[in-house]
């Protein structure tokens, strides 16, 4: 078996349409389905819940997560990842 090298953005271009959580530096988390990305970064989540310290916030249609502006890192998990029970 070989592994395959692969950057982040193979990575995220592969779960686009998939549930995913998007974690910031300031604890917030974004949980949806992944929409598209660019090269800055720059983040579009559909069916977008927020989170923040583990409780329900809000909830949005689309969000828009800013990659590049250097005040926060974003994390994205495939939902399967830190919820095996949500996978299909």
């Known amino acids: 078996m070989s592994l395959r090298k ?6 995220l271009k592969q779960i686009i349409g998939r549930p995913v959580v ?3 530096n300031s604890g917030v988390d974004y949980r949806g389905v ?3 990305l660019d090269g800055y970064m ?13 409780q329900l916030k809000n909830k949005y249609g689309d969000a828009f997560l800013r990659g590049n502006n250097g005040m926060c890192c974003l994390y994205v ?12």
């Open 6 to 11: 692969q950057t982040p953005s193979d990575f």
């Open 22 to 24: 998007v974690k910031l």
């Open 34 to 36: 992944l929409a598209c």
């Open 42 to 54: 720059n983040i579009a989540v559909e069916q977008t819940e927020e989170y923040v310290n583990g």
């Open 77 to 88: 998990f495939p939902v399967p990842v830190l919820f095996p029970e949500l996978s299909s």
